[in-house]
Nanobody
Framework: VQLQASGGGLVQAGGSLKLSCAASGRTFSGYFMGWFRQAPGKERELLATINWSSGTTYYADSVKGRFTISRVKAKNTVYLQMNSLKPEDTAVYYC????????????WGQGTLVTVSS
């Protein structure tokens, strides 16, 4: 299984970015796909998840109302639309996948850097 994250970059506060995570190597029926981030000196933070089969989503309070997770099954791709970005959103963003009954995310992408300038 491979997850390839892309779409990071430099954006001004208040701006938007859309991250993509292209998944390959298996079908993801029965899996949760998630977006995480890790800022320097901070722990990794779960931002959003989506049930690949049903499309049900979950958001952390820190991004609820600003970020939207989605997936396009035909493209085997998960997205994270990020709006109203803040300097504190600066981090490396990772996509990950786990089977729905698993505790831990097993598959990880390589990360993409998002920098929000003030």
């Amino acid at each position: 299984v491979q997850l390839q994250a892309s779409g990071g970059g430099l954006v001004q506060a208040g701006g938007s970015l859309k991250l993509s995570c292209a998944a390959s190597g298996r079908t993801f029926s029965g899996y949760f796909m998630g977006w995480f981030r890790q800022a320097p000196g901070k722990e990794r933070e779960l931002l959003a998840t989506i049930n690949w089969s049903s499309g049900t989503t979950y958001y952390a309070d820190s991004v609820k109302g600003r970020f939207t997770i989605s997936r396009v099954k035909a493209k085997n791709t998960v997205y994270l639309q990020m709006n109203s970005l803040k300097p504190e959103d600066t981090a490396v963003y990772y996509c990950a996948a786990k089977f729905m009954t698993s505790t831990d995310y097993k598959y990880w992408g390589q990360g993409t850097l998002v920098t929000v300038s003030s």
